[in-house]
């Protein structure tokens, strides 16, 4: 069975930069890969029903045989691996538990799209291509931060009366990404790009933090 315990290596210094990904909507690909991987994940995300935030990534290692999760110095995020008869992903242990998470959701998004690409073609392989970089880093953000848990999250805040108490009881992106275990960028990226954009403050201060 995959664990998602990482066996930690000795950091070396200060936590580098994340190596640059493209976050901007992808160009156009195949016609409806984009569509049918990101309903494909939401299906996914059915897995963490039930589970607490933030959602382990155990359930949707076994679904896609992942049969590691090993955490080296990379000069990237993350990396997908092949080892029959399943897969391998490396992590970067110079980087903090947030992007780890992200990277591996992002290497999982390889699989989401290779289940969703026509016959006879692959999408494995083509890390470099940005297209397919674009749809998988979506994909990723979606699986860690899955639209009924978005709704849930919400839910605990109630509107008040006074407009001020309003503004101050929306949820910060901050906040947000701390509770889904992902970095401020991504969650940034996630809400941005959804129907919950107008439900959040973009506060990074505790001062109106609600403390629901």
């Known amino acids: 069975m995959p664990q998602q315990t990482f066996t930690h290596v000795p950091r070396i210094g200060k936590h580098i930069e994340r ?3 493209p976050t901007r909507e992808a160009p156009q690909i195949e016609a409806g890969l984009e569509r049918r991987s990101v309903a494909l994940a939401n299906r996914l995300t059915n897995l963490f029903r039930n589970r607490s935030r933030p959602f382990p990534l155990t359930a949707l290692l076994e679904y896609f045989e992942i049969r590691e999760v090993r955490e080296r110095p990379l000069d990237r995020d993350a990396c997908l691996r092949v080892a029959p008869p399943g897969f391998l992903i490396e992590v970067n242990s110079l980087y903090p538990l947030t992007v780890q998470r992200l990277g591996i959701a992002h290497e999982i998004g390889h699989l989401v799209v290779e ?3 026509r016959r006879g073609q692959s999408s494995l392989g083509k890390h470099s291509d940005p ?3 674009g ?5 990723g953000r979606l699986l860690l931060t899955p639209d009924w848990a978005l709704s849930f999250y919400l839910r605990r805040y109630h509107a008040p009366r006074s407009a001020t108490k ?3 009881a929306k949820p910060t992106i901050a906040s947000a990404a701390r509770a889904f275990g992902i970095p401020h960028k991504a969650m940034t990226l996630r809400v941005g790009a959804s129907r919950f954009k107008n439900a959040f403050r973009i506060g990074l201060g505790e001062q109106g ?3 629901a």
Do not use: F, G, P
């Not at 749809?135 to 994909?139: E, F, G, M, S």
């Open 19 to 21: 190596q640059s990904r």
């Open 115 to 117: 289940r969703c690409i």
């Open 131 to 133: 297209r397919i970089e």
């Open 135 to 139: 749809v998988c880093d979506r994909v």
């Open 166 to 168: 309003a503004r101050n």
């Open 209 to 211: 933090r609600n403390r």
